[in-house]
């Protein structure tokens, strides 16, 4: 969009194209969201990461507990 600087008739100048600009506009309204929510994909991908450790961690704790508590009751058992 380039103004001239001229005299003479208004029709000599460049028009203005409102629906290309709000068009651009859009685009990079669009453009940024896409962006948010890409940055939010991200972090909801890492908190999901860091609760599947702590599931796991949960999971092979308790499995290391009954398999404590059978060959300790193995072990009684044996002794008597």
Do not use: C, H, P
Not at 17 to 24: L, Y
């Amino acid at each position: 969009m380039t103004i001239r600087k001229t005299e003479g008739s208004r029709f000599l100048f460049d028009s203005f194209d409102a629906a290309a600009a709000r068009i651009e506009a859009n685009e990079r309204v669009a453009e940024e969201r896409w962006a948010a929510l890409d940055y939010r994909l991200g972090q909801i991908d890492a908190v999901l990461e860091r609760l599947e450790k702590r599931i796991w961690l949960g999971v092979y704790g308790v499995a290391a507990f009954l398999l404590t508590q059978g060959a300790e009751a193995i072990l009684q058992a044996a002794m008597r």
